[in-house]
Nanobody
Framework: QVQVVESGGGLVQTGDSLRLSCALS????????MGWFRQVPGKEREFAAT????????YYAGPMKGRFTISRDNAKNTVYLQMNGLQPEDTAVYYC???????????????RGQGTQVTVSS
């Protein structure tokens, strides 16, 4: 059974950096494209970034471009989201998902994690 587990969230201050990790178990990570999403209570889940199986293709949502970097280490079955210059509006639960392609829609992913909270204080 494939499981996706996020970690690395926490409380940081404006301007700080944080790196989220997403560990995939039960299958070889290199067989899946991976995506990061985030959600604020009361709002729709928002696409953040996606990366292809090899890591050669990456795509970011507009607000994340230039500040967030998605990467992967297939030897460790792990995908990362490096977040720099964090702002209070980045406060959200961040989710990771695995799927057959680099989608920007949550529902198209086959396996989804439970999320990790990121809180940015002003």
């Amino acid at each position: 059974q494939v499981q996706v587990v996020e970690s690395g969230g926490g409380l940081v201050q404006t301007g700080d950096s944080l790196r989220l990790s997403c560990a995939l178990s039960g299958h070889t990570a290199s067989e899946y494209a991976m995506g990061w999403f985030r959600q604020v209570p009361g709002k729709e889940r928002e696409f953040a970034a996606t990366i292809s199986r090899s890591g050669g293709y990456k795509y970011y949502a507009g607000p994340m471009k230039g500040r967030f970097t998605i990467s992967r280490d297939n030897a460790k079955n792990t995908v990362y989201l490096q977040m720099n210059g964090l702002q209070p509006e980045d406060t959200a639960v961040y989710y990771c998902a695995a799927g057959s392609s680099t989608y920007d829609k949550w529902d198209l992913y086959d396996y989804r994690g439970q999320g990790t909270q990121v809180t940015v204080s002003s």
